[in-house]
């Protein structure tokens, strides 16, 4: 099993509507997670953090972390076609004290 | 400087020539990352520095990958005899806090083409 799994996508919303995005993570010891969103060429840019168990929201966007399950997800409410790239889910393991990163859900908006 | 700064943005090496790629991590964070990142994949970690010491280089995919960090600050990814397969773009990163319980900033990458 793949340290962090994401499927790959593409995923399409239309535009307003809620994108859903979802990763899980082998390392139960896991402390720290994180989304990225990746547009084409350009280099990853932290969209959320979240360290403990539920919802945490900031503007558009919500995370969620189930850590029982293993499982972190990102919501987008509203979707906007600015939203279109690539969303990278990283994983703190904490037993190798380093960042990895899943493949990355490419995310498609259609207006 | 305001951010990660890498060099050079762009890099074309003949097959087998050496190539040493530079990364300028924000002020004193402590922790720096390198990841290489093939087209259409995510980040794939290379080697991690919390200071000067290399505490993790389980990424380097061969023995022609070297980094170094030696004072803690600026760290060079050095790739020897370069391949067609080392072609991607290289990505470094760095965090403020020991504990990496804060989000890793990126620069804004090296794209590496071995022709």
């Known amino acids: 099993q793949k340290e962090v799994e994401q499927n790959s996508g593409p995923l399409s919303v239309p535009e307003g509507a809620i994108a859903s995005l979802n990763c899980t993570y082998s390392?139960?010891?896991?402390?720290?997670f994180f989304w990225y969103r990746q547009y084409s060429g350009k280099s990853p840019e932290l969209i959320m953090s979240i360290y403990s168990n539920g919802d945490k929201e900031d503007g558009r966007f919500t995370a969620q972390l189930n850590k029982a399950s293993q499982y972190v997800s990102l919501l987008i409410r509203d979707s906007q076609p600015s939203d279109s790239a690539t969303y990278l889910c990283a994983v703190n393991m904490n037993r190798d004290d380093k960042i990895i990163f899943g493949k990355g859900t490419r995310l498609h908006i259609l207006p | 400087g305001a951010g990660v700064s890498q060099s050079p943005r762009y890099k074309v090496a003949k097959r087998g020539q050496d190539v040493a790629l530079r990364c300028d991590p924000i002020s004193g964070h402590v922790s720096l990352f390198w990841y290489q990142q093939a087209l259409g994949q995510g980040p794939e970690f290379l080697t991690y520095f919390q200071n000067e010491a290399q505490l993790d280089k389980s990424g380097l995919p061969s023995d022609r990958f070297f980094a170094e960090r030696p004072e803690g600050s600026v760290s060079t990814l050095k790739i020897q005899r370069t391949q067609q397969e080392d072609s991607a773009v290289y990505l470094c990163?760095?965090?403020?806090?020991?504990?990496?319980?804060?989000?890793?900033?990126f620069g804004q990458g090296t794209r590496l083409t071995v022709v």
């Open positions: 390392d139960r010891v896991s402390q720290s």
């Open positions: 990163a760095s965090s403020p806090r020991r504990d990496l319980n804060t989000e890793a900033f």
